[in-house]
């Protein structure tokens, strides 16, 4: 379904403010949420994806009458908390953190991208919401808040280590607590005890399982007198899908059920949460990889049979149920689409809306919402020089003129199977050797915008696609005072336009296909 577009008054202005500059600018991302799609219906059932977009590693908490999820970031403002009442209809309302100060590579483009926070944890510990996360690199960090809306404490490098990722919490009848994880790529399954306050590893931990087959995003369940660990992994046979494991013990010996099948592009149900509500019915969200729009969530009914779990449509007892395409809303109301995150930015206020994030730690003196009241402006700066590295530890090599180095790439996830982005930019104050516009930003980019050298201001899109950069020139453009770019979305499909009066848009470039390379799809 074709969904009309929308364009966002006032508009963001870009000042330029040194030479030999490469601005990156916003994206301005408006969704269109067909009903049809995704999500909630208005007949009281919704369609999985509940969110078509990339909050991957999802993990989500019940809390009294209100639901909270996580979900990984990699960039910066990171890790975002939404809520929900339903399970289905999710709002942005939090993030962990504006940046990562523990380590210089996070101030840095090109350095520590697909690092940042992987999968997290939440929780709710005497008086507190607890975040866990960790990545390949870096190790165990965790942020406390005593409102979930923050604010949070700084993120805290609490226990470095090389190849943790998947951590949660368990705190067990007797107050002990526990921390779980699994590791990078084919690793072993293991547990620690940990501080009451969820703060400090007390012990170098047991391995549950070895090496292969592996299991990941795991978290620990305590019921019918067992300790049920579930994990996305390969199980025996190396068949994929979510893995639940029992025992009387928490360190074993432990029974093992695969409870859900892979779905969707060859992901494993990844993720992890587990919501029993006032009627008996129980819940379950993971993520699905989508080609183009990364891993997006799905909620799945679920509940128990003879002592074990079950998860999605099951036919016969005892077996894996399937991914659900289309199941009734886990509370007996139907409910609009609650957006997301704000579809029209006006940049009136004195911070930026939880949508955005940047590619890197801000560089602060290089943006305001104030300069201009009702603009947001992105001040020029040098692009990195170095080759930088990933959080696989694959380089990222250096290059003229690549948008991967640019300070402060500003940038929204994209919502749904169709949508549409437009924004105007201020381009009377560029200079010499800069760069302005706008971007699908990923290992694989794509942008459109402005180039000024020898005082002529030019159109052009770079995009660059499996090693490949493509450069195509566009018309002069050096009697303008603003310019509207456009980028739509559709079907992992993108296309870039232009236009001088913001009603006739011309394409510069089509058939950019979407890549997630990195973990996480702009």
């Known amino acids: 379904m074709e969904a009309p577009t929308a364009t966002a008054k006032p508009y963001p202005n870009l000042y330029h403010a040194r030479q030999h500059q490469f601005v990156s600018q916003n994206m301005n991302l408006f969704t269109h949420l067909p009903s049809k799609d995704w999500g909630a219906q208005a007949d009281g059932t919704y369609l999985n994806p509940v969110l078509w977009s990339d909050y991957n590693n999802p993990f989500f908490l019940q809390h009294e009458d209100d639901f909270y999820m996580v979900s990984a970031s990699h960039h910066f403002m990171g890790m975002p908390v939404l809520h929900s009442r339903d399970l289905v209809n999710w709002k942005i309302i939090a993030r962990i953190y504006s940046s990562l100060d523990y380590d210089a590579k996070y101030n840095h483009p090109g350095q520590g991208y697909q690092q940042g926070s992987w999968a997290p944890s939440l929780a709710y510990h005497d008086g507190k919401f607890i975040v866990h996360c960790g990545n390949s690199v870096d190790g165990l960090f965790a942020s406390t808040a005593s409102d979930i809306k923050g604010p949070w404490e700084p993120v805290r490098l609490i226990h470095k280590a090389n190849h943790w990722e998947d951590p949660c919490p368990f705190w067990d009848d007797d107050g002990q607590a526990y921390l779980i994880h699994s590791g990078f790529g084919p690793s072993p399954l293991v547990i620690h005890k940990m501080s009451s306050n969820g703060m400090h590893i007390l012990d170098e931990g047991f391995t549950i399982r070895e090496t292969y ?103 016969a007892e005892n077996e894996p149920g399937a991914v659900v395409g289309r199941c009734a809303v886990p509370f007996a109301r139907s409910t609009p689409r609650t957006p997301v995150l704000n579809e029209l930015d006006d940049f009136n206020s004195v911070s930026l809306n939880l949508a955005w994030r940047w590619n890197h730690n801000p560089a602060s003196a290089l943006w305001s919402l104030t300069d201009r009241p009702g603009y947001l402006r992105l001040k020029a700066d040098t692009l990195e020089k170095g080759a930088g590295e990933d959080g696989l530890h694959q380089k990222v090599p250096a290059e003229d003129d690549s948008i991967l180095f640019a300070r402060n790439v500003l940038s929204q996830l994209i919502l749904g199977n169709s949508c549409t982005g437009t924004t105007l930019v201020d381009i009377s104050k560029m200079e010499d050797g800069q760069r302005a ?29 499996g090693g490949k950069l493509v450069k195509r020139a566009g018309p002069e453009v050096s009697g303008q005072k603003h310019l509207y770019l456009r980028g739509t979305a559709k079907h992992g499909i993108g296309a870039l336009y232009y236009s001088f009066e913001g009603e006739s848009f011309v394409q510069l470039m089509a058939d950019i296909v979407f890549r997630t390379e990195w973990f996480e799809h702009l």
């Open 213 to 315: 087959p592996s299991v990941h995003n795991p978290f620990i369940l305590k019921r019918y007198g067992y300790y049920y660990i579930f994990g996305m992994g390969h199980g025996q046979h190396d068949i994929r899908g979510e893995y639940v494991y029992r025992s009387k013990s928490i360190y074993g010996p432990f029974e093992e059920r695969r409870i859900l099948t892979a779905g969707g592009e060859g992901c494993s149900p990844g993720g992890g949460g587990w919501a029993e509500l006032p009627d008996g019915s129980c819940w379950f969200i993971h993520h699905v990889g989508f080609a183009g729009y990364g891993r997006v969530p799905f909620l799945e009914p679920a509940g128990w049979s003879n002592a074990w779990p079950w998860i999605g449509k099951v036919d």
């Open 437 to 465: 516009g706008l971007c699908y930003f990923n290992k694989s980019y794509a942008w459109i915008g402005v180039i000024q050298e020898n005082g002529i201001r030019s159109l052009a899109v770079y995009a660059k696609s």
